[in-house]
């Protein structure tokens, strides 16, 4: 009798047509650059300063400089940064947890990016970088200098100009020794508003504004550096 019923058992459970259920297929993980937007077949226009790796627990994270020429729109701008987001992001020799491109149009670098800022990131969020979260769950977020987008004129190497007051707290105009600062040490002489001057040359400190090196046109002869605010073109 119990042979009859297991043999009864074999042969309902080898006639069975049922199957284990499959797996779920795992879901598609999107790419960097299906996160991150970029145009295809679009032409960068930046060049790489410098980048360096401030790894924080053991987290690798890249921050990159790169800079950009003035007069790109808003969309070639933000383009540009996509762009360096993804070129450095998938050209790391380790899976990042995080990247950031900061884009300079000027020649100082101390002052923050002064074009744009992208990171690429968990949530878009830098301090949560980490490289086991999945891509879907990445995202790009881009800060524009609004001071990029305005027309900068530029003053010539020769052209001449009239010192000027830019505060009703001071009566002279302060030439410095430095283009980037105006510290007791660095002040070469005060002058008075009115004195005509010949502009020897300039540096565009981005969001700060352009500075000029001048010279007197009128003995005693001085030379040093001054605002763009402190000059009237002639």
């Given at each position: 009798m119990r042979l009859m019923a297991a043999a009864l058992s074999l042969a309902v459970l080898s006639g069975c047509s049922c199957s284990s259920p499959e797996p779920k297929e795992l879901a598609k993980q999107p790419t960097a650059a299906e996160v991150l937007g970029g145009k295809p077949g679009f032409t960068p226009r930046y060049e790489l300063i410098d980048m360096e790796r401030p790894d924080i627990a053991g987290v690798p994270r890249l921050v990159v400089r790169v800079r950009v020429p003035r007069g790109l729109t808003r969309e070639e701008l933000e383009q540009n940064v996509r762009h360096a987001l993804l070129h450095f992001y998938e050209s790391a020799p380790v899976r990042l947890g995080a990247v950031s491109v900061g884009a300079y149009a000027?020649?100082?670098?101390?002052?923050?990016?002064?074009?744009?800022?992208?990171?690429?990131?968990?949530?878009?969020?830098?301090?949560?970088?980490?490289?086991?979260?999945?891509?879907?769950?990445?995202?790009?977020?881009?800060?524009?200098?609004?001071?990029?987008?305005?027309?900068?004129?530029?003053?010539?190497?020769?052209?001449?100009?009239?010192?000027?007051?830019?505060?009703?707290?001071?009566?002279?105009?302060?030439?410095?020794r430095k283009a980037n600062q105006w510290l007791e040490e660095d002040i070469l002489a005060e002058l008075k508003p009115g004195v005509p001057v010949v502009v020897v040359g300039h540096e565009d400190f981005g969001k700060v504004g352009v500075r000029y090196e001048v010279e007197t046109a009128s003995k005693p002869k001085r030379k040093g550096w001054v605002h763009s605010f402190n000059l009237k073109p002639e």
């Open positions: 000027s020649e100082r670098l101390n002052m923050g990016a002064d074009a744009a800022l992208g990171e690429f990131a968990p949530g878009g969020q830098w301090g949560e970088a980490d490289p086991a979260v999945p891509l879907s769950a990445w995202q790009a977020k881009i800060s524009f200098e609004e001071h990029y987008f305005r027309t900068v004129e530029v003053l010539a190497k020769g052209a001449r100009a009239t010192l000027v007051l830019s505060s009703e707290f001071s009566n002279t105009i302060s030439l410095s």
